[in-house]
């Protein structure tokens, strides 16, 4: 989407603020639903690797480090290639480039499949990181095509729900696929998990062509009026921004704000993959056998998350404050983690623990990036959003590795969770330095 889009000369509109409200509603009811399926399919595809992992590492005789190196490595293909995908999405638009992204992703994912030593996994998933780079933050820029800020902490949060979902359904799925279709046609379970949750992804990248329009203008099942409304809306917000729509990569890293944005979101990720990547381990190793079991019980935690992503960023959104909605997000998160650590061995303490810490970090995410499409617009927000996703998501190479390297050495995943924690109380200070006029709009 070329940034002339949003700034052509535009119809005189004028609208009640329930009829403004009615048009968002309508643009969220046909945007969100399809854009939260397409990051279940990927976010399924990016961590199944940690349901793998419980029968994975025994048949391939790997360690828990080399599991948490090749968790993390995709995250360092997601590092170089993010920020070049971003800026293609906004010159070619998004169905072009989310379409590729997940054609290209889901064959990856199923390959994994035929893994057999280290090295092939580590290529894989570097690979998978590549490919998936983009989507994320691409999807964080298209809701700033169609949402101003006041109404985007919402929408981020019902986006990122899909996190908690695709726990809530891939844990259960992905224990089910590992137990019953085990030894069939001569696969393992894991073999099976690959293959069957990468088919969603190949199918929803083809839908992608069809359903999702690349801008407001160019959207068939809107009226000339509500395309009037609506893109003044985004013009408007983006004439506040001024200074900021033509950033280039160096002012981007130059920019003070910009680093601290970085840093902040660094802290979420880690959180954020540490349960994500391990949460199943974590079940397990509090005492629950089997894999059935273990993806039922991992969907508690992401159920609370859901319910914790909503009522947040409906409260920032409502009281248009960003810091404190995102500070103590941060705090709930280490507690929880603290107290997985120390009740590890009881199930049900743990199972709570567990659900308060996902509830919190999970949380972070979407409330964090009120922060920065607050201060950046167009090419700016294009360049910014990938390049504070990009170097956050080091800590998706950071988290699983530090964690299996932990855990090897020590026997144990306690001291790890301990420096999780300590990263998300870090991450709560730095957005207390924030200032508030800055990020609350």
């Not at 972070?364 to 990036?369: A, I």
Request: hydrophobic share 55%.
């Amino acid at each position: 989407m070329s940034t002339t889009t949003l700034h052509a000369p535009l119809q005189p509109a004028t609208t009640s603020a329930a009829a403004e409200n009615a048009l968002y509603k309508k643009v969220a009811w046909r945007l969100m639903p399809f854009l939260m399926l397409c990051y279940v399919a990927a976010y399924l595809d990016r961590v199944n690797v940690g349901f793998a992992k419980l029968n994975m590492l025994s048949d391939l005789q790997f360690s828990e480090a080399m599991y948490g190196l090749g968790a993390g490595l995709f995250f360092i293909g997601y590092f170089f290639f993010e920020v070049p995908s971003n800026l293609l999405m906004h010159r070619i638009g998004a169905k072009a480039t989310i379409s590729r992204i997940m054609i290209t992703w889901s064959l990856i994912s199923a390959a994994m499949m035929f893994v057999t030593t280290p090295t092939q996994f580590y290529v894989l998933r570097f690979l998978l990181g590549a490919a998936e780079a983009g989507f994320y933050p691409g999807m964080i820029l298209y809701l700033t095509y169609w949402f101003p800020s006041h109404r985007r902490a919402k929408m981020v949060a019902v986006f990122m729900c899909a996190i908690p979902v695709s726990g809530v359904l891939g844990g259960p799925l992905s224990g089910l696929i590992m137990e019953a279709m085990h030894g069939m046609g001569g696969l393992r379970g894991w073999q099976w998990l690959f293959l069957v949750e990468a088919l969603p992804s190949l199918v929803i990248g083809l839908l992608v062509i069809v359903y999702l329009d690349n801008s407001i203008q160019g959207a068939r099942w809107l009226t000339a009026e509500e395309k009037a409304v609506l893109a003044r809306n985004i013009a408007a917000e983006n004439a506040t921004k001024g200074g900021t729509s033509h950033m280039t990569l160096r002012a981007l890293f130059a920019d003070r704000r910009i680093v601290k944005m970085a840093l902040i979101c660094f802290c979420t990720v880690m959180g954020q993959y540490g349960l994500t990547f391990w949460l199943p381990t974590l079940v397990r190793q509090s005492g629950v056998s089997g894999a059935f079991n273990i993806g039922l019980l991992t969907a508690i935690p992401f159920a609370v998350a859901i319910v914790s992503m909503l009522l947040v960023s409906r409260s920032s959104d409502r009281m248009r404050e960003r810091r404190w909605h995102l500070i103590v997000p941060f705090c709930c998160g280490a507690l929880g983690l603290t107290l997985s650590a120390i009740f590890s061995n009881n199930v049900y303490l743990s199972l709570a623990a567990l659900a308060l810490a996902a509830g919190g970090s999970l949380a972070t995410s979407p409330l964090f990036w009120s922060l920065p499409t607050a201060i950046l617009s167009s090419a700016g927000a294009a360049a910014g959003i990938a390049l504070i996703n990009s170097f956050a998501n080091l800590a998706g190479f950071v988290s699983p590795y530090m964690i299996g390297l932990i855990k090897d050495a020590t026997k144990s995943t306690d001291i790890a969770l301990f420096v999780l924690a300590g990263v998300l109380l870090f991450g709560a200070f730095l957005t207390w330095t924030v200032p508030a006029k800055l990020v609350n709009k």
